[in-house]
């Protein structure tokens, strides 16, 4: 494999950097299973504030982040509605139903990224005790694709939520993404849902850690799920202070990383023998087919010339703050000799 490798698979493979590094050898730990860590104190009350909940609790990953908000949200033999595509759904090893005997109602989501607002109407069932009890809407932003979601769909699902008396939970895995795409503060994206999952290990580049957001009475609730399904750790403030330093330094520089995208869609879109995807990049993430079908073939080489990436029929390139505009260039050329 040629050096240096390109890992272009996902924004989870970045590394902490020094100063990332240096901010976790010097945190300050307690245990936080007694609530004792003040760095994971820091970080919750910084998420909440940023988000405009009450409350935000630490979780170790985006899916436990997400599990124990369904968990919290829903009871057996409750439904949530939710896209087929969602990572919840699709992602998560179908975690809501196997721990919380939680349906899930899958729909198809519009190529915009949202879930049709009638759709969602005509699946929420009524209160007769044929049915699951729907109690939940479960977005995504952005969602897997890479796609921003506005805030005023946001807003208009949170009011179809309140018709209809179902709470709202927003996988914002990559919320501050779609806030930089947006152009807006990220508390439009999160004030509209009754709770929102945040991970800090993604764009974001801490090394590990998600953060879930809600009311008071929401987090004591997510909290004892949390210890149920073993996420109650105990001197996290070494991870946390790293959560900390990524909200501090890596939130704008996202910026980077979908102009990145975009110069690579736009460079990529130059060989004739593959097409992009949705027309250009969505924010971190560029998609493309080829017109020859050889996705095997062409995974192969790439892989043999040191490019990383996901997926074959499309091809998903996500780009990152390891990576900058030179490592770029450097994929391009590499990719461009198979295409030549
Ligand atoms: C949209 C989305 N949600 C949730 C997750 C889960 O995060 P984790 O890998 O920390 O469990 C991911 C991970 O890639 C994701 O892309």
Not at 129 to 145: M, P, W
Not at 232 to 238: K, L, N, P, S, Y
Not at 273 to 290: C, P
């Amino acid at each position: 494999m040629n050096e240096p490798v390109i890992d272009l698979r996902s924004d989870t493979v970045t590394r902490p950097c020094a100063n990332m590094m240096q901010a976790m050898q010097d945190a300050e730990m307690g245990d936080d299973v007694y609530g004792e860590d003040p760095t994971v104190n820091r970080l919750q009350s910084k998420v909440a504030r940023i988000s405009g909940h009450e409350d935000a609790l630490f979780f170790p990953s985006g899916t436990q982040s997400n599990l124990a908000a369904l968990l919290t949200h829903c009871n057996r033999a409750d439904e949530y509605i939710v896209a087929q595509t969602a990572h919840t759904y699709k992602y998560e090893g179908g975690g809501a139903a196997a721990l919380g005997g939680i349906q899930p109602q899958p729909m198809e989501r519009n190529p915009d990224g949202t879930l049709d607002p009638e759709r969602i109407q005509k699946l929420i069932k009524e209160d007769d005790f044929h049915f699951a009890r729907t109690r939940l809407v479960a977005l995504e932003n952005t969602t897997g694709d890479g796609m921003a979601v506005s805030a005023s769909y946001c807003q208009e699902i949170r009011q179809l939520c309140d018709r209809n008396g179902l709470a709202l939970h927003v996988d914002g895995a990559r919320i501050f993404n779609a806030a930089i795409k947006l152009k807006v503060d990220v508390v439009e994206l999160t004030r509209h849902f009754d709770s929102v999952s945040i991970c800090l290990s993604k764009g974001l580049g801490a090394p590990v850690g998600s953060v879930l957001a809600g009311s008071h009475e929401f987090i004591n609730n997510a909290r004892r799920w949390r210890k149920v399904v073993g996420g109650g750790m105990r001197q996290a403030g070494i991870i946390a202070a790293a959560g900390i330093y990524a909200l501090d330094h890596n939130v704008s520089r996202l910026s980077e990383d979908h102009a990145n995208a975009e110069y690579l869609a736009t460079k990529l879109s130059e060989f004739s023998d593959l097409s992009i995807e949705f027309g250009g990049a969505r924010t971190n993430m560029v998609f493309f087919r080829l017109k020859n079908g050889n996705h095997d073939e062409f995974a192969s080489y790439a892989e043999s010339k040191g490019v990383l990436f996901t997926g074959r029929d499309p091809v998903r390139l996500v780009t990152h703050k390891d990576l900058d505009k030179s490592d770029i260039d450097l994929a391009l050329e590499r990719l461009g000799e198979y295409f030549a």
